[in-house]
């Protein structure tokens, strides 16, 4: 229980001013990129017409999300945001899953990460949108259907970002919270391993999917 709420941080003085930055999530993203770089590296290594399963597994992910983008934003912009959205899932997926491990934490429950990748994704949908539209037609859409509703459009767009980032901030960090109140509960018996693995595995997919598929909708919607 004493876990709650504690974040070990590093602080750097840079020109008078303290920078304080979350070291356990800075280690278990880099973590994480290892393990991306890693995966990437296993399922390219050595292959053949007939795939290992590392291989194979690759290749579902590439054919599974390329299908999606190409749906979601045709084939003019498949080979553009393919690579983006397929790392950002295997990515996020990762994330999820290595709390499963003893003495590891997700980075995602760490608000500026999932806050990070949803103004990632505000940025390059609405960059994309000026470039397919054209700055002035973009600006005019945020006046319609009448030019007084603008101010409301601005929020709504504002709203994604937050609401995106929130969604997976608050269900990782959720499923930690209960895990350790119904650890200290119990004393860690059966019920804390079935909880790792419904939060971690399966909780952990499901947002991974629902954000990586929020970010490609998003893109998906600017460019209409």
Same mark, same amino acid.
């Given at each position: 229980m004493e876990s709650i709420g504690k974040v070990s941080h590093w602080v750097f003085n840079i020109g008078g001013t303290s920078l304080v930055v979350n070291s356990t999530t800075i280690i278990m993203t880099w973590v994480v990129i290892g393990l991306v770089l890693a995966f990437a590296w296993v399922a390219t290594r050595g292959r053949g017409l007939i795939p290992g399963p590392w291989q194979q597994i690759a290749e579902l992910l590439v054919q599974w999300f390329r299908e999606l983008v190409r749906d979601a934003l045709g084939e003019a912009y498949e080979e553009r945001y393919f690579p983006l959205i397929c790392a950002l899932f295997i990515f996020l997926l990762l994330c999820n899953w &290595?709390?499963? =491990? *003893?003495g590891m934490e997700e980075p995602t429950k760490d608000i500026n990460t999932t806050l990070g990748l949803g103004v990632m994704g505000f940025f390059i949908a609405h960059g994309t949108a000026i470039k397919v539209k054209g700055l002035k037609k973009y600006l005019k859409e945020y006046f319609e259907p009448m030019f007084f509703l603008m101010p409301l459009n601005v929020v709504g767009e504002i709203a994604k970002v937050i609401s995106i980032s929130f969604r997976l901030f608050g269900n990782i960090m959720g499923?930690? !919270? !209960?895990? !350790?109140?119904?650890?200290? @509960?119990?004393?860690? @018996? @059966?019920? *804390? *391993? %079935?909880?790792?693995?419904?939060?971690? @595995? =399966? &909780?952990? /997919?499901?947002?991974?999917?629902? %954000? /990586?598929m929020l970010t490609l909708v998003y893109i998906s919607v600017q460019i209409r």
């Amino acid at each position: 229980m004493e876990s709650i709420g504690k974040v070990s941080h590093w602080v750097f003085n840079i020109g008078g001013t303290s920078l304080v930055v979350n070291s356990t999530t800075i280690i278990m993203t880099w973590v994480v990129i290892g393990l991306v770089l890693a995966f990437a590296w296993v399922a390219t290594r050595g292959r053949g017409l007939i795939p290992g399963p590392w291989q194979q597994i690759a290749e579902l992910l590439v054919q599974w999300f390329r299908e999606l983008v190409r749906d979601a934003l045709g084939e003019a912009y498949e080979e553009r945001y393919f690579p983006l959205i397929c790392a950002l899932f295997i990515f996020l997926l990762l994330c999820n899953w &290595v709390g499963v =491990f *003893p003495g590891m934490e997700e980075p995602t429950k760490d608000i500026n990460t999932t806050l990070g990748l949803g103004v990632m994704g505000f940025f390059i949908a609405h960059g994309t949108a000026i470039k397919v539209k054209g700055l002035k037609k973009y600006l005019k859409e945020y006046f319609e259907p009448m030019f007084f509703l603008m101010p409301l459009n601005v929020v709504g767009e504002i709203a994604k970002v937050i609401s995106i980032s929130f969604r997976l901030f608050g269900n990782i960090m959720g499923g930690s !919270i !209960i895990i !350790i109140v119904v650890t200290h @509960l119990v004393y860690g @018996l @059966l019920l *804390p *391993p %079935f909880l790792y693995g419904f939060f971690g @595995l =399966f &909780v952990g /997919t499901v947002q991974a999917f629902v %954000f /990586t598929m929020l970010t490609l909708v998003y893109i998906s919607v600017q460019i209409r």
